[in-house]
C-alpha cells in the first residue's frame, strides 16, 4: 500500500511509523486512521519487524488530536461507531500488540494524540511535549480509550482532574504523574527511544509477548489476571527460547533467541 499520511521505514528490527501531516500538526483524520490501520496489521506480520516506534512528523506535534472536521456532521450512531471503530481497530491493537511498541512524543500530544501515546506500552517525551484531553472544550469526552487508559497510568483522581479542566501539562509533570517513562531533549528523543527497543529486542520475542499479555489483564476487569499471568508463564516452558535462555544462563554465554 502506497500511505499518505504515513511515513514508515525500517531499521534493523525496529520499525519507525511517523503520523505524516505536518502542516496539521499531525492530526488523525479517517484517512490517517485506516492507513495506522493497515500499517499496524503490517507490522504484525511482518517476521522482521521486532518492535514499532511511533512518532510524529517535525518538532512541533506527536499528534494535536483528531481532525474536529469530520465530528461537525456526527449524531450520537456516528460518534458511538467512531469510537467503536477505532477503538478495535487502532487503539486496542496497539495496546495488545504482541511486539513493543513505543510512542516518541515530539510536541503536542493532545486529544486522539494523546489517547494514541496512552495505548503504546511504553512513553517518551521531549521535553518540549505538551500533552492533554481537551475534549470537554468541544462538549465531547475521549473516545478512544483515554478515560480509561489515563485512569489506569495516573488514578482516578488526577485523570479526572485532566479530563474535567481540559489543562495541558508539560512533559516534566507528565513524568511527576507516571504518564511518561522518560523525558528527554528534543535531540535525544529518538535516541532513547532506540536505546530502550534495542534493549528489549535482545529478550526472548515470546516472553516479551505473553508479559504484554499478562499486564494488559491487570486492567480488564472481565479477566482473572493472575490466571492470565499462570497461563502465560506455563507457556513460555514449551519455547525453543526458554530452552536456549536456559541454556545460555547455565552455560554463561549470550542468548540467541529465535521468537520459537
Known amino acids: 500500500m502506497v500511505y499518505?499520511?504515513?511515513?514508515?521505514?525500517?531499521?534493523?528490527?525496529?520499525?519507525?511509523l511517523v503520523i505524516n501531516r505536518e502542516s496539521k500538526l499531525n492530526a488523525l483524520n479517517k484517512d490517517t486512521l485506516f492507513e495506522l490501520h493497515i500499517a499496524l496489521g503490517d507490522a504484525l506480520q511482518n517476521n522482521k519487524v521486532g518492535g514499532v516506534i511511533i512518532t510524529g512528523a517535525g518538532p512541533k506535534a506527536f499528534v494535536a488530536g483528531a481532525d474536529i472536521a469530520e465530528f461537525e456532521n456526527l449524531d450520537v450512531e456516528g460518534g458511538k461507531n467512531l469510537a467503536h471503530e477505532n477503538q478495535k481497530n487502532i487503539f486496542n491493537i496497539i495496546e495488545g500488540f504482541s511486539k513493543p511498541v513505543i510512542a516518541a512524543i515530539n510536541g503536542f500530544a493532545l486529544g486522539g494524540g494523546l489517547e494514541l501515546a496512552l495505548a503504546c506500552h511504553i512513553r517518551i517525551a521531549s521535553d518540549n511535549a505538551k500533552m492533554g484531553l481537551p475534549e470537554v472544550s468541544l462538549g465531547l469526552i475521549?473516545?478512544?480509550g483515554g478515560t480509561q487508559r489515563l485512569t489506569h497510568l495516573v488514578g482516578r483522581g488526577k485523570a479526572l482532574e485532566l479530563i474535567m479542566t481540559a489543562d495541558m501539562i508539560s512533559a516534566a509533570e507528565a513524568y511527576q504523574i507516571g504518564l511518561v517513562n522518560y523525558v528527554v531533549s528534543q535531540d535525544?528523543?529518538?535516541?532513547?527511544?532506540?536505546e530502550i527497543m534495542q534493549k528489549i529486542l535482545t529478550k526472548a520475542p515470546l516472553a516479551i509477548a505473553a508479559a504484554i499479555?499478562?499486564?494488559?489483564?491487570?486492567?480488564?476487569?472481565?479477566?482473572?489476571?493472575f490466571d492470565v499471568e499462570i497461563n502465560q508463564f506455563a507457556g513460555c516452558f514449551g519455547t525453543a527460547d526458554f530452552k536456549e535462555g536456559v541454556a545460555a544462563f547455565l552455560q554463561k554465554r549470550k542468548a540467541n533467541f529465535k521468537g520459537r
Do not use: F
Not at 499518505?4 to 519507525?16: A, V, W
Not at 535525544?188 to 532506540?194: D, I, P, R, V, W
Not at 499479555?213 to 489476571?225: I, L, M, Q, R
Open 142 to 144: 475521549p473516545g478512544y
Open 4 to 16: 499518505q499520511n504515513l511515513l514508515i521505514e525500517n531499521k534493523g528490527k525496529i520499525q519507525y
Open 213 to 225: 499479555t499478562a499486564v494488559n489483564a491487570a486492567s480488564n476487569n472481565e479477566v482473572n489476571g
Open 188 to 194: 535525544g528523543l529518538m535516541s532513547k527511544a532506540e
